[in-house]
């Protein structure tokens, strides 16, 4: 491959990289109260009671 191929490879691939590093720095974790948190939890678990009795 010629020099410049790798060097859009390069860059894609930094670019790709530089954004999934971005992405997590500014991620945050939602204030949820404890409330919210059950409801979540609850339907979770009724969820996966529902795809359990889908599986048999």
Do not use: F, H, V
């Not at 060097?7 to 990289?17: E, M, N, V």
């Not at 949820?32 to 948190?37: G, R, V």
């Not at 059950?38 to 979770?44: A, D, F, L, M, T």
């Amino acid at each position: 491959m010629p020099w410049y191929a790798w060097l859009i490879l390069i860059l894609a691939l930094g670019s790709i990289l530089g954004g999934l590093l971005l992405l997590r720095d500014t991620a945050k974790k939602l204030p949820l109260s404890e409330e919210q948190l059950e409801r979540i939890r609850q339907r979770n678990r009724e969820q996966e009671a529902k795809d359990a009795e889908e599986d048999r």
